[in-house]
């Protein structure tokens, strides 16, 4: 009797002990938290996070001409553009190329942009708006003088620098054949910090695509960094796209050896943060222009203005930043509720004024 009672007790205790293990196993599993409504006997929803406003249509652009964000972390960008410290939302910049023999209608086309508020800014202000919304001015211009030229030819942008302190983008061609002289004189107008030195290749006339050949590439986009090196003791951020041409494989190689920005001679419509106008097919009716969509690098294939389009673009430019920060105001509240249910947890709050 005494030796049943103690097996009993043995494997009653093991039964025990086994039950125990399976309840500690169960208990530590994970729990999937769902969202349910407060009616418990209907099934359980899962959560639906805030909707995001699309992306601010412009009416001003070609029906073509599509604007195409380049931000990938959504989080990032939100606390970017409603930071109180940055730039406002609208901030709109236009990019505006000269040469050499564009006198006509100059010194008119200066005096509008000062007059309708716009104000100049240089490649790093650009680069550093276009990537992080860093502050500049509402209505900014960045204004590209194509081709190397003597120190002379910089006598009318002077006028505008010291007047109102307006840089000016010099798109250089590092032709081994340009004279000692317009070498120095433009490193010394480097040196005073008003003229900035981009790249625009290295043979004249060099047009860029996806038919050049891999040493045609390499010496425009290398060469370019070599001079810069040598000549202006620094490395060049943006290269001008000689006559507008440019493709998937110049566009690559060009991002590998460093460069941030680059300049087509599409003229599509402005520049906004997170905002760049760009097509996917060519237009009939626009023959000269490539389409740059497909190479799905807006900052490196970034519209222009050519001067005959400057002046009657001037006031559409304008109107399309006031158009954006309107729709970026109106759609606040949404962008905030997203940033509040997904971001803020990760990124903090945004800050406040």
């Not at 099934?43 to 909707?51: C, G, I, K, R």
């Not at 860093?134 to 003597?150: A, C, D, F, G, M």
């Not at 796209?241 to 493709?247: A, N, S, V």
């Not at 009939?284 to 673009?313: F, H, V, W």
């Amino acid at each position: 009797m005494t030796k049943k009672n103690r097996s009993f007790n043995s494997t009653d205790h093991h039964l025990i002990t086994f039950l125990i293990c399976i309840f500690i196993l169960i208990s530590c599993k994970p729990i999937n938290v769902v969202a349910t409504t407060e009616n418990l006997t209907t099934a359980p929803a899962q959560v639906t996070l805030p909707a995001l406003p699309t992306t601010y249509q412009s009416q001003y652009l070609n029906p073509l001409d599509l604007p195409r964000t380049y931000i990938q972390n959504t989080c990032q960008y939100l606390r970017s553009k409603w930071n109180p410290f940055n730039a406002e939302p609208g901030t709109v910049v236009m990019i505006v190329t000269f040469n050499e023999t564009d006198e006509h209608d100059f010194g008119r086309i200066m005096e509008q942009f000062y007059e309708q508020d716009f104000r100049a800014i240089n490649t790093q202000q650009f680069l550093a708006f276009v990537e992080r919304n860093i502050k500049i001015p509402p209505r900014s211009v960045l204004i590209i003088q194509n081709n190397s030229l003597p120190a002379t030819e910089f006598k009318r942008f002077r006028e505008y620098h010291e007047k109102w302190g307006w840089p000016v983008i010099n798109g250089w061609v590092s032709d081994p054949k340009i004279p000692e002289t317009i070498w120095r004189e433009n490193a010394a107008l480097e040196s005073e910090g008003w003229v900035d030195h981009q790249a625009q290749g290295v043979i004249p006339g060099t047009v860029l695509s996806d038919d050049s050949s891999k040493t045609v590439i390499s010496r425009e986009l290398k060469g370019s960094i070599t001079a810069f090196a040598e000549r202006y003791a620094k490395k060049p951020i943006a290269f001008i796209w000689p006559g507008g041409g440019f493709g998937q494989r110049p566009v690559e190689a060009a991002r590998e050896l460093g460069y941030q920005l680059g300049f087509t001679s599409n003229s599509r419509g402005p520049v906004m943060y997170n905002w760049v106008p760009l097509a996917d097919e060519a237009d009939p009716a626009r023959p000269t222009y490539i389409p740059e969509g497909a190479i799905k690098d807006p900052l490196m294939t970034l519209p222009r203005y050519s001067p005959d389009q400057i002046l009657d673009s001037i006031d559409v430019v304008r109107k399309t930043g006031n158009e954006a920060r309107a729709y970026a105001e109106a759609s606040k509240a949404a962008d905030y509720k997203y940033y509040d249910s997904v971001c803020e947890s990760i990124y903090g709050r945004i800050p406040l004024p």
